[in-house]
């Protein structure tokens, strides 16, 4: 009797911390050996010139959640989650979205509905925190943070999102107090908002000036920003969708100081440029995010950032909408950039493209790759003791590569629901092939493998020792000493 379930031989297996040759014997969903020259499991993957990866953690995607502007986005849980597996994802972290006025505990209770009999794949899930009440501050995050949610996501931008600064240092006492790590989108919404009015008011109303609207110094000074909040409590902060240079050199210059300051970047910002905005007619509409992708030398800060550890996490930030009246063409062709909802589809295409770009091109290691789509993400929000590498007694999520496999990206090989990709025409090399998630192959054969509502909640534990460490900059040593008295 063979004693594994499944065996993937004769593979190359990387880790963030270096690569071997071995085989992979598991049992019962888990990592059980590790060793070359394993006899044949009772299902036996021929992994011979192939890369062996942990599985892909896409920490931020957004998946059957109503904008604030009341949009349903294009995925539900589903779609969303056979498009991560096809892209080499055995787990994903959505949004449970609160509007003012909701309960958390609500939200998430509805948001499991969703998950529940849908998910194909592992997921868990952030807060979103649009009000923060004292109920919310005081009872509903530490209870949830205690069930396994945390992390949660706070906006310094959108009217019916956004926290002044006195909110945003409620919340984060309140996740410095309970361990939770707090992830920021940071724009000035006066800013934005200002420049937006008058181009409107001038008849400039084409998706390009959403770029213009969202100006570089928007995203620098409230980056600025919430790093002084952080340090002033020394509580960290993860800012999510770093586009702008001024930002990356903000986040450095923090890092250097030796606080606790982390960040995300996304496929938008390496291969996508305000250029793409600017496009006949509204299809510049299928490119607009926030904030929007800039120039080439953002660009190179950006990868720059990725290469030297500015940036912890690579994710998708998969915001999708249909470019019809249900999405980014609320009002048709009378449509306005202030109109159009905001954020475009990237969660199948995540991995490959910075494989791709990456890798292949030699900008970065195979290591690198995997720190940055998977073992990075499991020590940031938790997960580490089950996910994010290959290694014995934890989860069997493990992606399978064909290093030299090329593939010209186009809609219709895709499985999301959005009906377009910004990448459309692009040639890649390298693919995931094969997709194990807790030992059940999911993807194999261009084929989806398991069954809708065969994924699993996964609670997760409080961030890793890379967030926990202390900050050297001792500034905020004094206040500390006087929050455990304060409410």
Known sequence: MTPFDLTIRNGTVVNADGRMRADVGVRDGLIHTLAPGLPAGARDINASGQLVLPGGIDSHCHVEQISSNGVMTADDFDSATV??????????????????????????????????????????????????????????????????????????????????????????????????????????????????????????????????????????????????????????????????????????????????????????????????????????????????????????????GLLDGTFQVFSSDHAPYRYDESGKLPKGDKTTFKDMANGVPGIELRMPLLYSEGVHAGRMSLERFVALTATDHAQMYGLSHRKGRIAVGLDADIAIWEPLRQTRVGTHMLHDRVGYTPYEG??????????????????????????????????????GPLVNAPASSGSAGFLKSLLPKLP
């Open 83 to 304: 498009a991560a597996a096809f892209g080499g994802n055995t787990t994903i972290i959505p949004f449970a979205a609160q509007h003012r006025g909701m309960a958390l505990p609500k939200v998430v209770s509805d948001y499991h509905a969703c998950a529940g009999p849908k998910a194909v794949i592992d997921y868990s899930f952030h807060l979103i925190v649009s009000d923060p009440t004292p109920q919310a501050l005081h009872h509903d995050l530490p209870d949830l943070i205690r069930k396994g949610y945390t992390s949660f996501k706070v906006y310094t931008t959108y009217d019916k999102l956004k926290l002044d600064d006195g909110q945003m240092l409620d919340v984060l006492h309140t996740a410095g107090r309970e361990g939770a790590l707090v992830m920021v989108h940071a724009e000035n919404n006066d800013i934005i908002k200002w420049i937006a009015q008058r181009l409107l008011d001038n008849g400039h109303v084409a998706p390009k000036f959403h770029a213009v609207s969202h100006d570089p110094l928007a995203e620098s000074e409230a980056t600025h920003r919430v790093i002084a909040l952080s340090r002033l409590l020394d509580v960290p902060v993860l800012i999510v969708h770093v586009s702008g240079i001024e930002a990356v050199r903000h986040i450095r210059s923090a890092q250097t100081l030796g606080a606790r300051i982390f960040a995300e970047t996304c496929p938008q910002y390496l291969f996508l440029t305000a250029q793409d905005i600017d496009r006949p007619g509204l299809e510049g509409a299928m490119f607009c995010c926030s904030p929007p992708p800039r120039d080439a030398a953002s660009q190179e800060a950006v990868w720059g």
């Open 426 to 463: 692009k040639t890649l090399t390298g693919w995931p092939t094969t997709v194990i998630n807790r030992g059940r192959v999911v993807i194999a054969d261009n084929q989806l493998q398991v069954a809708r509502g065969s994924g699993e909640f996964i609670a997760r534990g409080k961030p």
